[in-house]
């Protein structure tokens, strides 16, 4: 374990800006406890300051994880988000997409968001931007990448794609041996 | 008939082709140039843009027409349909492009040569050859010193034996005064590198040697673990990483997040005052533009 370099602070921040902006900064500064991000094994942690503290005390080799993982660096550099970041996307979340009940056993099975199982939708979405996915009892479902922008997506036709499929919560089950 | 009226006439729709200059316009007509240092009327290029207009017409007129009275005073040649003046040579000295070559580091030999006032005897390139009866060069093509000049018969030296092959070893010879002479060239190439580094030859040499040394002792399979150790043998070090401590004061590691986030948010160039200059460039033209315009 140990805090990310500039440069890979950097390449993690270019990725979570995609999803919550400038909201960043309710994640490193808040009011109720200090928190950090920590490396262990090629994967970021969210963890409270007093629980680093703590997990110190274990070796590198038998700490499995610790505090919230919000995704990992892959073996070129880039930065991966996990679905286990959800809570904190969809709180701070800049651009939303609510899909409809029929849409959402498709959207957890691992596919794309298509058109018509769309209810709503944040205006001024741009292209390819993170969005983060609820259903319309606002419960957030993942996370993905806008296709088209709010603009464009009323010209889509029904079967059209409109959100790319990232992550959901489906891979709780799907990936349960390697996501921690 | 009178006819100097129509003549007078005809004369006055010219401009005259005497110009009147308070200093002489100097020319250079190989490059068909005339340069004038007469002092330029500033209130008439301040006037109207059509007074200046005229007035700068007017100038370059003159200064044509100067050149072309010039011109007409050169020797000229009568060719079937035209005549050529022949133009004198280029007297402006014009800017070489390119900056002046550096003077080349002195050889081994030419400082030696210095100090001891040897001078460079310049040898004929052509020697005459006695036994073809004719000259060849000193040395290259077709030149006396090839192997294929070689004598049918080789005289044994004094107490050699008597079964060695003498033109080997004549070959063998050459091949050796050569090959010095490329070790000669290249230590004087290393030397002249080092001391244009500032460093001592035999230091950079020795640096050089350790570097090698270094690398082919972490070339064997077993990256040099194994390898006997020699004497003297420069003690590697490598790079380590550096990682800020994991427990660490948590305000500055808050501010240094809010930094990188400052500069993600805002674009490295903003961030950090980098400015594209393309962009600006095109920015400023634009705003001259606009102004034109109104």
């Known amino acids: ?180 | 008939m009178d006819v100097t009226g129509i003549l007078d006439e005809h004369k006055n729709r010219f401009k005259s082709i005497q110009v009147e200059r308070l200093v002489p316009v100097e020319f250079d007509l190989g490059l068909l140039a005339c340069f004038d240092v007469n002092m330029i009327d500033e209130a008439q290029l301040r006037a109207s843009q059509k007074a200046r207009d005229t007035y700068l017409q007017e100038l370059s007129r003159e200064g044509a027409q100067l050149m072309i009275n010039e011109l007409f005073s050169l020797p000229t040649t009568v060719d079937e349909d035209s005549v050529y003046a022949t133009l004198p040579a280029i007297r402006t000295v014009l800017p070489r492009e390119k900056p002046a070559p550096k003077e080349k580091p002195m050889t081994r030999w030419e400082k030696f040569a210095k100090i001891k006032n040897i001078q460079n005897k310049k040898k004929s390139r052509m020697v005459y050859d006695e036994d073809q009866g004719e000259w060849r060069p000193r040395f290259g093509f077709k030149g006396v010193n090839n192997d294929d000049q070689k004598p049918w018969l080789i005289e044994v030296p004094g107490n050699a034996d008597p079964y060695d092959d003498q033109y080997k070893a004549r070959r063998e010879e050459k091949k050796e005064r050569i090959d010095k002479n490329k070790r000669r060239a290249q230590r004087n190439f290393e030397e002249n590198l080092a001391v244009e580094k500032g460093m001592k030859p035999r230091d950079m040499r020795k640096r050089e040697l350790q570097s090698a040394l270094v690398l082919s002792k972490g070339s064997t399979a077993s990256m040099g673990k194994f390898d006997d150790k020699l004497a003297g043998e420069p003690k590697v070090k490598g790079l380590k990483r550096k990682f800020d401590p994991l427990v660490k004061n948590s305000d500055k590691e808050k501010s240094n997040n809010m930094e990188i986030l400052n500069r993600v948010s805002k674009g490295e160039a903003k961030a950090t005052g980098v400015v594209n200059v393309r962009k600006a460039q095109r920015a400023i033209n634009n705003a001259k533009r606009s102004k034109k315009q109104e």
């Open chain 1, 1 to 180: 374990m140990r805090p990310l370099t500039d440069d890979e602070t950097k390449v993690f921040f270019e990725k979570l800006t995609k999803y919550i902006g400038r909201n960043i900064v309710h994640l490193i500064d808040r009011p109720d406890e200090p928190y950090c991000f920590r490396l262990q094994k090629d994967r970021v942690y969210y963890v409270s300051e007093s629980i680093m503290r703590k997990t110190t005390a274990i070796g590198r080799q038998n700490l499995i994880s610790l505090g919230v993982c919000f995704g990992k660096f892959t073996k070129t550099g880039k930065f991966r988000m996990h679905i286990t970041a959800l809570p904190s996307l969809a709180q701070y979340a800049k651009y939303k997409v609510w899909v409809k009940p029929n849409g959402e056993m498709p959207f957890l099975y691992g596919n794309h968001v298509v058109k018509a199982h769309i209810g709503r939708v944040t205006e001024d979405m741009p292209e390819y931007q993170g969005v983060v996915i609820f259903n319309m009892a606002d419960v957030p479902l993942g996370f993905g990448v806008s296709a088209r922008s709010t603009v464009d997506m009323r010209k889509v036709d029904p079967t059209g794609i409109a959100v790319f499929h990232q992550s959901d919560n489906g891979e709780y089950l799907r990936e349960e041996d390697a996501l921690f």
